[in-house]
């Protein structure tokens, strides 16, 4: 190998930063693509990463781990290890694909906008780094679920979700494009890569690896912490970010990036990975509910790592620790009762013994989110099924774009009203599920105002027929697509046959 | 269950009834940049938010359009995988190729007429490239169909590449010839005030505000770029035959493999994109107009670095290389 270590010539790599002289700063670092909070460029440039890789080793390492990958890929997608594995399981696979595949995909674009518009050519290296990071993880988390898709056509989602305007993609849409896709580059090394990467996706997919093996599915462990080293190394472009707006006096605007998108990132995490963990994972391989996973990996760890920077909780905690009491069971409530309009086959994961552990994990479960569930198993054996599936809509939170769960929250003994926040903006209604998302949107209403919710496009007339078939059918969601029980009742207990596929 | 009971899929639905099974570079990227021409707008916020703006202006409303992009294929057909395997044996290649000049002493031995030469004309290049870089990933984030997108990210991803290689080459020459060739301030002096080089700032700085994407990706892949690899790849890399400095001269040919790729992909988009929209030929052949004064300049310019290059063949080299690349494009 050459004899030079990379430490005696790598900042000759990273050192291209130069004053612009044949256009202006503005010209060059438009700020809708780069918003400089006002930091002079040259401040910029003491912008220094803390994993250090070349390109040589890039390749060389990211040949090996995707060899790795694949050759797993291609043993396990031969047998019959995905028949087998818990339906809870398999729906919190379909879920995570049609949610996540895609989405990383566009990831790279975010990255790209990051190596073009990032303000000091070390960021714009590690950043271009991260473009191909997540032109991988888009692209295996396709390849995968497409080789599988004879065993299981609902895979199918994990390319057309993005296509289609079912309820969870637009919320992951307005998500992820706030985060990435459609935000400028000095706002995405703190909203995504710090603030989702470090905080949520990193832990997540270590968390998601573990359960995984547990779970028997090797072929998504290997995926998944494969996936995990990657995002270790690019998600500490946020870091430098940090520093550097700190040391130039903008440790507000990087608090204030990193609150909002902490909040909007809780909210889809809540739902994602809130049923994954407590309802979806069989029981025998959970090791943590999700309420001690947020404890123990976002609230403290990622706590840490914000006051490293200067930074503090934010101003929201109370409420946040709040939901993480209730507001993941109301979602998997919805998700269940609203099973048709989700790809993936919703698993109730109330049985006994579930319960009990529920019960133990979240004390009072039983007797708030547990009478829901009691109604609906007596429906079901009383040979009704139909009256677990739904008539009407929920309302939607016009920041979130997740179901408005005030009620059940309410109900639960957690909030001191069961109404959500509304807000009146250039003579229109908003309606939010929580005070934080309404203050997201209150930040940035011209970045929003403008979008309707599925809800405000039923009641525009955009969905026709205006009923359940109809958005059935907006959502992109065939009748054989459409989400059933993924256990067929089997958690209700002894059901009449005609229930049964019902 | 449902879902056990249906005819087992040949391919995404959203690809349709292919007679033929798609291959895997197909299905990691068909249909990928669902945001294209999306309704009411690219991005789920408003229709009126800034960004979404940018791309309806420079995406969707760049007359660099055909009616559908999603046939559009890169001939070296590179998934993320099939790129990472390639260029790992490149650089395993590359890896050796400096071991055996380091075995040899050949950098220490060159004569320091050519390593004044290097100095000045091949240790700031990494300002360049690099743009040439950032360039790339515009055309990439803007591109409206995922086959576009990887092809130029790759292309970005090679340019770092070669700057990281002459950034080694850099630390070695300093090592064995003075410390101040390594020395940032002084690469980017040269860069921001030595005359020869203004044309190529100039030109790749205002190739930096350019943000429709069509007229980005002319710029860049069918003048600008074919131009300095030129330069790199025929008149400096055969100068450094001349003066006996092998090591740079392979390097620049390995390089040159990355541009010929660049070449690929750049003239099969120009064939793609008239075959479905016959007026994009007289599109394109105006930006390639409106850009070739600047290439041209910069050649000629940088040229002037080159003691001992004949000006007038460095000139005919980069016309000749960007001639080819249009003729091959059927411009």
Redesign the interface.
């Known amino acids: 190998m050459p004899r030079l270590p990379r430490s005696e010539w790598y900042d000759l790599t990273r050192d291209m930063n130069w004053d612009l002289s044949y256009i202006t700063e503005d010209e060059a670092f438009p700020p809708q693509l780069s918003n400089s909070f006002g930091v002079p460029a040259h401040d910029w440039w003491a912008w220094d990463e803390p994993y250090k890789i070349t390109y040589s080793e890039y390749v060389h390492n990211q040949a090996g781990k995707d060899a790795g990958v694949y050759s797993v890929n291609n043993v396990l997608n031969r047998s019959d290890i995905w028949d087998n594995l818990e339906p809870g399981w398999r729906a919190a696979v379909i879920a995570h694909y049609g949610a996540i595949a895609v989405a990383e995909y566009q990831a790279g674009i975010g990255e790209a906008r990051m190596a073009r518009f990032g303000r000091a050519a070390a960021w714009r290296n590690m950043a271009t780094f991260g473009t191909l990071d997540e032109t991988r993880h888009g692209q295996l988390q396709t390849y995968i679920p497409y080789q599988a898709l004879a065993k299981e056509p609902k895979f199918d989602w994990a390319h057309k979700a993005y296509h289609t305007n079912e309820w969870g993609v637009i919320a992951a849409r307005h998500l992820f494009d706030d985060m990435f896709l459609a935000n400028d580059a000095v706002s995405m090394a703190i909203q995504l890569t710090f603030t989702f990467e470090t905080g949520f996706t990193n832990l997540q997919f270590l968390g998601m690896a573990a359960d995984a093996m547990k779970a028997g599915d090797f072929d998504f462990g290997a995926l998944i912490s494969s996936i995990q080293t990657d995002e270790a190394r690019h998600a500490q472009q946020g870091e430098p970010t940090i520093k550097v707006l700190t040391k130039a006096g903008k440790a507000d605007v990087a608090q204030d990036l990193l609150d909002r998108m902490f909040w909007r990132a809780w909210k889809l995490f809540a739902l994602l990975t809130g049923f994954s963990m407590d309802y979806y994972t069989p029981l025998e391989n959970r090791t943590h509910s999700f309420k001690e996973f947020m404890d123990e990996f976002i609230n403290k760890q990622f706590i840490d790592q914000f006051r490293d920077f200067g930074l503090e909780k934010p101003w929201y905690w109370d409420q946040l620790l709040n939901e993480m009491n209730w507001t993941h069971h109301a979602y998997h409530l919805g998700v269940y009762f609203w099973r048709p309009t989700v790809w993936w086959n919703p698993v109730a994961g109330v049985g006994p013994a579930e319960r009990e552990w529920l019960e133990e994990k979240y004390p009072g479960w039983n007797a708030s989110f547990g009478k829901y569930w009691d109604t609906m198993g007596q429906n079901v054996r009383d040979g009704h099924p139909e009256l677990t599936l739904p008539e009407t809509f929920p309302v939607v939170c016009n920041s979130c774009q997740l179901p408005v769960c005030t009620p059940a929250g309410y109900a639960a003994g957690y909030l001191e009203s069961p109404l959500p926040y509304v807000v009146e903006y250039n003579g229109r209604k908003y309606t939010f599920c929580s005070e934080p998302c309404k203050w997201v949107f209150e930040m940035q209403p011209e970045t929003f105002a403008g979008h309707l919710s599925i809800i405000d496009r039923l009641l525009s007339g955009w969905i026709q027929p205006p009923d359940i078939p109809g958005a059935l059918a907006y959502m992109g969601l065939s009748p054989e697509e459409c989400g059933v029980d993924g256990t067929d009742y089997d958690w209700a207990g002894p059901v009449p046959p005609a229930t049964k596929s019902a | 269950?449902?879902?056990r009971?249906?005819k087992?899929?040949k391919?995404?639905?959203?690809l349709g009834d292919v007679k033929r099974r798609p291959s895997?570079y197909e299905?990691?990227?068909s249909?990928?940049a669902?945001?294209f021409r999306r309704e009411p707008a690219?991005?789920?916020?408003?229709?009126?938010?800034?960004?979404?703006e940018?791309y309806l202006t420079h995406r969707e409303g760049s007359v660099f359009n055909v009616d559908d992009w999603e046939g559009y294929r890169d001939p070296a057909k590179l998934?993320?995988?099939d790129?990472?395997?390639l260029?790992?044996d490149r650089?395993?290649y590359?890896?050796g190729l400096?071991?055996h000049h380091?075995s040899a002493s050949s950098v220490e031995s060159l004569s320091p007429e050519w390593v004044s030469t290097l100095t000045n004309a091949v240790v700031p290049l990494?300002?360049p490239l690099?743009i040439m870089?950032?360039?790339a990933?515009?055309v990439?984030?803007m591109a409206p169909t995922?086959f576009i997108?990887?092809a130029s990210?790759f292309q970005?991803?090679d340019e770092?590449?070669r700057?990281?290689r002459l950034?080694?080459l850099?630390?070695?020459l300093a090592?064995a010839h003075g410390e101040s060739i390594?020395s940032?301030d002084a690469?980017?002096a040269a860069?921001?005030k030595g005359e020869a080089w203004q044309p190529m700032?100039?030109a790749l700085?205002?190739l930096?505000?350019v943000?429709d994407w069509g007229e980005a990706f002319a710029a860049l892949d069918l003048v600008i770029k074919p131009a300095i690899d030129s330069l790199l790849g025929d008149s400096l890399a055969a100068l450094a035959a001349e003066n006996d400095d092998e090591l740079l001269a392979l390097l620049l040919a390995e390089f040159h493999r990355d541009a010929e790729r660049s070449k690929d992909w750049t003239a099969e988009l120009v064939r793609y994109a008239v075959a479905n929209n016959p007026a994009l030929a007289e599109v394109l052949s105006t930006w390639v107009a409106a850009w070739t004064p600047a290439a041209d300049a910069l050649v000629s310019s940088y040229a002037t670095l080159l003691p001992g290059a004949d000006t007038a063949a460095v000139v005919t080299a980069a016309a000749k290389a960007r001639a080819d690349l249009l003729a091959a494009s059927g411009l």
């Open positions: 269950m449902a879902t009971e249906r087992a899929p391919t995404w639905s959203l895997v299905v990691t990227a249909q990928f669902y945001h690219p991005f789920e916020m408003s229709p009126d938010a800034p960004i979404n940018w998934t993320y995988s790129y990472v395997m260029q790992h650089e395993t590359l890896d400096i071991d380091e990494r300002f690099h870089q950032m360039t990933l515009y990439a984030q995922a997108i990887n990210n970005a991803a770092m590449r700057v990281q950034a080694y850099t630390k070695w090592n390594a940032t690469a980017r860069w921001e700032r100039k700085e205002e930096l505000g943000y």
